[in-house]
């Protein structure tokens, strides 16, 4: 073993030591480095220069080694053997251009210039040895003009009434620094505001900036006229447009009802044009997923209206959706997760979304007779607009949307044969492009218990807190679900930070009429039609987001934490066993299967053959650092650490040394669209083992129980 480990160490520094520049000719180098110092304004950031620099050196990811720049030099450029091999797998190295260094420079410069650092100056200082060229750009920013004064000069009327009226609202005032991109933001947002008033022909070309720094005082005139930059001066007027005729085109073939269409359009005859009108039209009409093109064509039929033509095209309202979550620990226990999802995006006719969804959770050890299974199947209908309230009353470009949804799931374990069926209604959507929202006012879930073995009845017997949570009862309640995100691509490229909030409370409705209610003294609880009702609350709240850092933002580290708690009471002793908390598997705790973590101190409990370990408690913290490798792959190394608790395991110990931690290694594929990931998460601090064993090191890694092996799609977080 350790000439193992020796070897491995000897190739690793072999590889590192290999020659990054024996591929380039005699008159050439490779760019090593680019760095950038600035001075003058430390608000100037190296990350907003760096984007403006026209060659960028090889990317590392360990502490900025590059193995596959060094694998790239193991070819002679010889085109035989495995020369071509290695070129191909390998990286070639970036080869140092003056002339592009002498771009940069420009490109700086300029804009320096546009962000009004019109005294500044850029150089590009350039240092070489053994054919490796570092290249660092000294900015001086200089200093910025601050405004003085500014001196309007707009078209008189009411034109000149909106705009004194929006004075308030405009991005270049008095004391503010003199700046291209000020004026440039300003033109923007005077433009859209303008448009939004019925001015439809006006933009950013009709402003006219003027700055006078000559007389000790920097001056800006502040000009609006008729005409843009591109026209020769006139004596024309501003003219506000209003609509005429709102025409709607589709094929005669698409099954769509016109009354649903004219329903989420906002533009009507006889108003004055809004450019946020057309907008919010085009956005409820695409955000309907019913129309492969929405295209809303605005023009002038003479000198103050418009037409407006809405054209949709037909898209493919059949498909399916699919995904999987697979792991495996040291053990041997093999999990796979897959979930087949149809849709059809247009029902009736009028952007009703109905889904058809089955499900699976497969867990058994290889050469042996245990194993579980898992199946489910649901069906939901979505309709576009809240049931209860008028669409009419809706203002904004998002419409809510009313679920109607009924679900089986079936649990045949070693220990019993289950069954949840279930029906819910709700409300979901979103404000704006990053507040999401799901609202369940009704969430009723019926639980059967069934086929139980004569060990798990005995066990059910001993431990009524286990009973309470398996038992046949009814679940009705109210729930939902609260999600920010500053990016919600499904691959988010740039930095983002996430909120999400899920709550559900059930049986507080039922208990307001418990003195009508049976009591069971045997069940010691009040029945609804025989059977006992859950009372709980149980929320979850997860916080985080990605950072990125490095040469061209080409790294980011990512966190997150997650805190969750669940209270049963009045007629309950816990909650439902489905809605109880877990940890480990492909998105939490990866250095152990799912279900295999805690509570607490708790070992490994002996009431289920396949371990299905829960709590009422959770709380993790994560880390991951991504980085990129190759073509579409990418590496990370994380860390997390956590547990899930019943709250009575707060007395058995002190809290800290409760706490799990984990490390481990994973490889993705990004394709923009998807990213598949694979992750190995190896145990540092198990607390279920005896008390001076808990940390653990690297010889027990690779061990029995010593990690975990996981398949996902999609970031974990």
Known sequence: MKKAKVSILLGLLLLASCSTTRSLSEDQSRLASNSIQISGDKKLSTNEVAQYIRQEPNRGFLFGWNPFLSIYNWSDGSSKGLNPFWEK???????????????????????????????????????????????????????????DEIRYDVPQGEFASFFYADTVNTLVKKGDFLSESALEAETVRGAAYFRNLGYYDFNKNNYFFEADTLSGSTVLYYRIRPYTRNEAANDSEMTRYRFRDVRIHYPKDMRVRENFIRKFNVIKPGEVYSEDIVNKTYHRLSALNVFNNVNIGVNPV??????????????????????IEMSSNSSGLLAASPQLTLFHKNLFGGGEWFNIGFTGNWQFMPGSNVGSTELGVSASLSLPQALGYSLDRIKGQNIPRTEIRASYNYQNRPEYRRSVAGVSLGYTGQVGQKLFYQFYPLQFNLVKLYGISDSFHQTLTENPYLWDSFEDKIDLGLGGMLYYASDASIVPKGNY???????????????????YLPYNETLNSRTLFGLPYYQYVKAELQLGGAFRFGWNDNQALAIRLDAACGWAYGNSLSMPFEKQFYGGGASSMRGWQVRTLGPGYEQQNNYFIIPSQTGDLKLELDAEWRFPLIWKLEGVLFAEAGNIWWKEDLDKGPFLPSIAADWGTGLRVNLDFILLRVDIGFKTHDPSREEGQRWIGPKDWITKDGFAFHFGVGYPF
Request: charged fraction near 25%.
């Open 89 to 147: 797998i390998g990286t070639a190295p970036v080869v140092y251009d003056e002339s592009l260094t002498e771009e940069s420079v420009l490109n700086i410069s300029n804009h320096l210039q546009y962000l009004g650092y019109y005294d500044s100056s850029v150089k590009a200082e350039v240092s070489g040895k053994n054919k490796k060229v570092k290249v660092t750009y000294k900015v001086n920013t200089g200093k910025r003009h601050r405004i």
């Open 302 to 323: 003479d000198s103050a209206a418009l037409s407006c033509d809405i054209s949709l095209l037909g898209t493919d309202v059949l498909g399916f959706k699919t995904n």
């Open 497 to 515: 930070r996430f909120l999400k909030l899920n709550f559900d409370s059930s049986g507080n409705l039922i208990s307001l009429f418990n003195k």
